[in-house]
T-cell receptor, first 115, second 112 residues
Framework: GAGVSQTPSNKVTEKGKYVELRCDPI?????LYWYRQSLGQGPEFLIY????????DSGLPNDRFFAVRPEGSVSTLKIQRTERGDSAVYLC?????????????FGPGTRLTVL | GNSVTQMEGPVTLSEEAFLTINCTYT??????LFWYVQYPGEGLQLLLK?????DKGSNKGFEATYRKETTSFHLEKGSVQVSDSAVYFC???????????FGTGTSLTVIP
């Protein structure tokens, strides 16, 4: 079946602009995660959804970052007033549920470049 | 807190050489441990996992054993192939937790 998909694959924007990044999880997966991967680093957790609600948003770096998942499937990560330091690859993952042993399936990522 | 320390790369090996990529972790309790692989141009894929102490995860000739006494989960393969060239990430998931904590990744290049 289809894996996790993310759009766009690349996004270039100017400092101060607003961006939205989209994630389509695997059908039937109730848990969805956003990570940020900076160059030469491993992915860093941003936020976790169980269904429609954000169960853990402790990784969001500041209030410029926000994510939604209104129908419990597709999720959108929103970044306001982008800064050059926001440049990174944003990864989305989904799993069957939030249970600890479940594998997370990752999407290909969106590469965000803030000029 | 929770963290993963991973052997720094890049690592370059000849085909059929033995591979070890070291990974140690810090966590409370008994986390689940994972190795993910990222092939060029592709997303992260689960390579193997272990959910309790002394478990051995294995896949595609790769193995890693969950060592509680040394808080380690080293990745090994007896004979690497060119197609194993990728970036390898060690990760942990705390007990009862949802997020993953990743190491910084180790780039492996296998030359013919």
């Amino acid at each position: 079946g289809a894996g996790v998909s993310q759009t766009p694959s690349n996004k270039v924007t100017e400092k101060g602009k607003y961006v939205e990044l989209r994630c389509d999880p695997i059908s039937g997966h109730t848990a969805l995660y956003w990570y940020r991967q900076s160059l030469g680093q491993g992915p860093e957790f941003l936020i976790y959804f169980q269904g429609t609600g954000a169960a853990d948003d402790s990784g969001l770096p500041n209030d410029r970052f926000f994510a939604v998942r209104p129908e419990g499937s597709v999720s959108t990560l929103k970044i306001q007033r982008t800064e050059r330091g926001d440049s990174a690859v944003y990864l989305c993952a989904s799993s069957l549920s939030g249970t600890s042993g479940n594998e997370q399936f990752f999407g290909p990522g969106t590469r965000l470049t803030v000029l | 807190g929770n963290s993963v320390t991973q052997m720094e790369g890049p690592v370059t090996l000849s085909e059929e050489a033995f591979l070890t990529i070291n990974c140690t972790y810090t966590a409370t309790g008994y986390p689940s441990l994972f190795w993910y692989v990222q092939y060029p141009g592709e997303g992260l894929q689960l390579l193997l996992k272990a959910t309790k102490a002394d478990d051995k995860g294995s896949n595609k000739g790769f193995e890693a054993t969950y060592r509680k006494e040394t808080t380690s989960f080293h990745l090994e393969k007896g004979s690497v192939q060119v197609s194993d060239s990728a970036v390898y990430f060690c990760a942990l998931r705390p007990p009862g937790g949802n997020q993953f904590y990743f190491g910084t990744g180790t780039s492996l290049t296998v030359i013919p």
